[in-house]
């Protein structure tokens, strides 16, 4: 979260409560064919229900397949009950093995918060999270120079790194930064084909036969027991591909992550009484919709206005 906004805000808010949440899975979204659910934010291991939350959804005859993304920071002590309510899956962002370079990532000023992250990784690997996902978002002059290491993690234990491209999303001023910089003018990012190069080039690399549920495309480095996945949105744009919604914290449900255009204010309707088939078609005609609301189509004239929610606020 950006410096200086107290935690407490997020609990203030007026989300949706975990029996809406459940009545929108049961109501509206299962019966247009969603079987599969990720809990993420902002940060979800700060909502005091979260565990309730889990279990109430894996429960759920339909659900084949429920994960959760995370900081970690709150991890180590839930971790065994996350698992305990049937929860399998969990993403941990980790984008640097170094403290300083971590805090500064974050934006952390004060202790670091770099251990509480790995006590968190460490702890959902003992209680048996598999597959564990690692989630690192590369910046250029930042962390990129640790590639090799982040993608060593995969040798001895059966984690999934995931490299994710760095988007001018909600960190406008650091993007730009970066782009002004040397003869990378007009690349703040590292393009996913150069990072495997680097890789290739130190072990050998090649496709995994192990496909994941989003966007990335995965790879493996020869013997080593985990995988390494690439989310390539700025040099290999795969809207076309998408077949995922974003329920909000506060009942807005969006067709694209990054993108607020098509919004359908939930919580207000189910709140005031509004038919449940009312909301339904409503989504469903969302649906029908989704491929021309994208992140890819920001800039053609089919969407309204810039993003204005941070990465702390809409998590992955």
Same mark, same amino acid.
């Given at each position: ?30 019966? #247009? ?42 991890? @180590? ?35 670091? $918060? ?33 590639? +090799?290491?982040?993608? @060593?993690?995969? #040798? ?35 393009? =996913? ?11 050998? +690399? ?17 013997? @080593? ?45 189910? $709140? ?25 189509? $920001? ?6 206005? =810039?993003?204005? $929610? ?7």
């Amino acid at each position: 979260m950006p410096e200086g906004t107290e935690l407490n805000y997020i609990l203030r808010q007026d989300l949706l409560t975990k029996a809406e949440i459940i009545t929108l899975l049961k109501e509206v979204f299962i019966p #247009l064919g969603f079987s599969k659910f990720r809990l993420t934010g902002g940060e979800p291991l700060l909502r005091p229900d979260v565990v309730d939350v889990v279990s109430e959804i894996a429960s759920l005859p339909q659900t084949k397949d429920l994960a959760l993304t995370t900081n970690a920071f709150l991890l @180590a002590g839930m971790a065994q009950d996350l698992y305990d309510a049937g929860l399998r899956r969990i993403n941990i962002s980790l984008d640097s093995l170094n403290p300083q370079t971590f805090d500064t990532i974050i934006g952390n000023r004060g202790r670091t $918060r770099w251990h509480k992250t790995w006590e968190g990784i460490l702890a959902a690997h003992r209680v048996g999270f598999d597959p564990l996902k690692l989630n690192v978002v590369i910046i250029p002059g930042l962390n990129d120079s640790e590639v +090799l290491d982040l993608a @060593a993690l995969t #040798l001895e234990r059966n984690w999934h790194v995931r490299f994710i491209e760095f988007m001018p999303i909600g960190n406008g001023s650091l993007f730009d930064d970066l782009a002004k910089r040397g003869s990378e003018a007009d690349r703040p990012w590292i393009p =996913s084909a150069e990072l495997r190069e680097r890789i290739a080039n130190r072990w050998g +690399l090649a496709e995994s036969n192990i496909k994941g549920n989003g966007p990335a495309d995965v790879f493996k480095i020869p013997s @080593a027991k985990g995988t390494l996945g690439f989310i390539s949105q700025m040099s290999e744009c795969f809207c076309d591909r998408c077949n995922r919604m974003r329920l909000s914290a506060d009942g807005w449900l969006r067709p694209c992550l990054l993108n607020e255009t098509g919004q359908i204010d939930l919580k207000t309707a189910l $709140r005031s009484g509004r038919d449940l088939q009312d909301l339904r078609a409503r989504v469903a005609e969302l649906l029908l919709l989704k491929p021309e609301i994208n992140y890819k189509q $920001r800039d053609s004239g089919t969407t309204a206005g =810039s993003y204005t $929610r941070t990465m702390s606020q809409i998590g992955g």
